[in-house]
Nanobody, 126 residues
Framework: QVQLVESGGGLVQAGGSLRLSCTAS????????MGWFRQAPGKEREFVAA???????????DYADSVKGRFTISRDNGKNTVYLQMNSLKPEDTAVYYC????????????????WGQGTQVTVSS
């Protein structure tokens, strides 16, 4: 059974940092796109960042414009874990953050996500 388990959410003041982790189990995800989405109250779930294998030992990271320069996604395939380092947090970053995994051959954003984590709350106070 495939599981994605997030950790690292919490309450932080504006300008602060948090690091989210997502550990996958049940299969090998080295060729999968691993990503983060978030959903704020009353809003649709939105893309935050993703990291995908593009050949050899090279991975490419993509970011939503709203987090570029502040968030960094990384992965450790040996630990089946993906991370999201969030710096310079803003109140508008407040949301439930979800880890996601998708087959890299069919990556089309949120519509192609096969597996979701349960979500972790991030709250940024002003």
């Amino acid at each position: 059974q495939v599981q994605l388990v997030e950790s690292g959410g919490g309450l932080v003041q504006a300008g602060g940092s948090l690091r989210l982790s997502c550990t996958a189990s049940g299969r090998t995800f080295s060729s999968y796109v691993m990503g983060w989405f978030r959903q704020a109250p009353g809003k649709e779930r939105e893309f935050v960042a993703a990291i995908r294998w593009i050949g050899g030992n090279t991975y490419r990271a993509d970011y939503a414009d709203s987090v570029k320069g502040r968030f960094t996604i990384s992965r450790d395939n040996g630990k089946n874990t993906v991370y999201l380092q969030m710096n310079s947090l803003k109140p508008e970053d407040t949301a439930v953050y979800y880890c996601a995994a998708a087959d890299g051959r069919r990556w089309q954003g949120i519509s192609s996500v096969e597996y979701w984590g349960q979500g972790t709350q991030v709250t940024v106070s002003s």
